[in-house]
């Protein structure tokens, strides 16, 4: 397969997609069924400061080893690298996220595990950068480990 979007497409629930080194240029992806995406050598997902990268509204989620980089910026909307929408049981871990706006965002999210994972903005100043891990209206979710950088909650 040549993108990861035909990869999810193509994929059924339960499938674990290995994403080998090189640079993806993709936007939006919509993972909306059980995956678990494994990158190898940080395979580099840009998202060409565009849209958000990753939406997740699927149930059991999981995503690591991944490099989501220029995720898109709007001074209205809430745009993330990753934004796990109505997720339930989603894990990302030790993803390295570059130069995003919001870097994961939390919508309605339950039960999911952000752990080890790094996120970083470019943002000059803080009105260009929100929070490297924002949570609304989410519930039971387990958040460690994570460096970041850049961003309004930056550590």
């Given at each position: ?14 499938d ?6 090189g640079?993806?240029?993709?936007s939006?992806?919509l993972?909306?069924?059980?995956l678990?995406?494994v990158?190898?050598d940080h395979?580099?997902i840009?998202?060409?400061?565009q849209n958000?990268?990753?939406v997740?509204?699927g149930?059991g989620?999981?995503?690591s080893g991944?490099?989501?980089r220029n995720g ?5 909307q809430?745009i ?6 109505n ?15 919001f870097?994961?965002y ?6 999911c595990r952000i752990e080890?994972n790094t996120?970083?903005?470019n943002?000059?100043?803080e009105?260009n950068?929100?929070?490297?891990i ?19 909650d930056r550590?």
């Amino acid at each position: 397969m040549k993108t990861i979007r035909e990869g999810i497409a193509r994929a059924i629930a339960g499938d674990t997609l290995l994403i080998t080194a090189g640079v993806y240029r993709e936007s939006t992806l919509l993972i909306d069924k059980q995956l678990t995406l494994v990158g190898q050598d940080h395979p580099v997902i840009d998202g060409g400061k565009q849209n958000e990268i990753m939406v997740i509204t699927g149930h059991g989620v999981r995503v690591s080893g991944l490099t989501l980089r220029n995720g898109g910026y709007s001074s209205y909307q809430d745009i993330a690298a990753i934004r796990l929408l109505n997720a339930l049981n989603a894990e990302l871990t030790g993803n390295r996220i570059e130069n995003s706006f919001f870097g994961i965002y939390c919508q309605h999210a339950q039960f999911c595990r952000i752990e080890g994972n790094t996120l970083s903005s470019n943002a000059a100043v803080e009105l260009n950068a929100a929070n490297g891990i924002h949570c609304w209206k989410s519930d039971h979710l387990q958040i460690r480990n994570n460096t970041i950088s850049g961003h309004r909650d930056r550590s």
